[in-house]
């Protein structure tokens, strides 16, 4: 069965400094992997995706991702925060770009 | 622009009423779409799968008597909470399936509050 694990629940950087916020994914073959990002009361908003081909992914706002099959790793990155960064952070993994699910989420916060 | 108009925003309504959500697709013509359940500092969970023209597909553990969705059309599915308890209450976002490829494009979600 497939499965997202988001390890961190919680994370504070400080604005301007590097963030990694980290997906493992158990599934079969090569999944389709997402990650949104949803602000208070709002719905969720795509960053990024990996279907195929290049495994560095580069999305909206300055995130990045790799895919890295042989650690079953789709972290998502960003060389420096801003506080309207400040959000929930979900990865998401599925058989298409249809039926997915999604991983517990990760609220990260920004320190001044 | 917004892809997907989910109406109302937010409801608060006494036990045992029944409430309805709408979900929207502005730009496509949605044969499917979905509709997810989110907890408060939870993850999304999928409710149901939602066909236009045909019956909604439910998954393990949603009471199909309870959570009532229509897609009548190819832009408007419904959600109805059927005589809504306070355990209802949660936040609930629709998705649509643009096709192909393409990843869901969600709605901004309902929050809903039985008292």
């Known amino acids: 069965a497939q499965s997202v694990t988001q390890p961190d629940i919680h994370i504070t950087v400080s604005e301007g400094a590097s963030l990694e916020l980290r997906c493992n994914y158990s599934?079969?073959?090569?999944?389709?992997l997402f990650w949104y990002v949803q602000s208070p009361g709002q719905g969720l908003q795509l960053l990024l995706k990996?279907?195929?081909?290049?495994?560095l992914v580069q999305g909206i706002k300055g995130f990045e991702a790799e895919f890295k099959r042989s650690q079953s790793s789709f972290n998502l990155r960003k060389p420096s925060v801003h506080w309207s960064d400040a959000a929930e952070y979900f990865c998401?993994?599925?058989?298409?770009?249809?039926?997915?699910?999604f991983g517990s989420g990760t609220r990260l916060s920004i320190r001044p | 622009g917004a892809v997907v108009s989910q109406h109302p925003s937010r409801v608060i309504c006494k036990s045992g009423t029944s409430v309805k959500i709408e979900c929207r697709s502005l730009?496509?013509?949605?044969?499917?779409m979905f509709w997810y359940r989110q907890f408060p500092k939870q993850s999304l969970m999928l409710m149901a799968t939602?066909?236009?023209?045909?019956?909604?597909?439910?998954e393990q553990g949603v009471e199909k008597d309870k959570f009532l969705i229509n897609h009548a059309s190819l832009t408007l599915s419904t959600l109805t909470v059927t005589s809504a308890h306070p355990e209802d209450s949660s936040f609930y976002i629709c998705?649509?399936?643009?096709?192909?490829?393409?990843?869901?494009?969600f709605g901004d979600g309902t929050r809903l509050s039985i008292l």
């Open positions: 998705s649509v399936r643009v096709g192909g490829n393409q990843p869901q494009h």
């Open positions: 939602s066909n236009e023209g045909s019956k909604a597909t439910y």
């Open positions: 730009d496509f013509q949605a044969t499917t």
């Open positions: 599934y079969g073959a090569t999944p389709y």
């Open positions: 998401a993994v599925g058989a298409s770009a249809s039926k997915i699910i």
């Open positions: 990996y279907f195929s081909g290049d495994t």
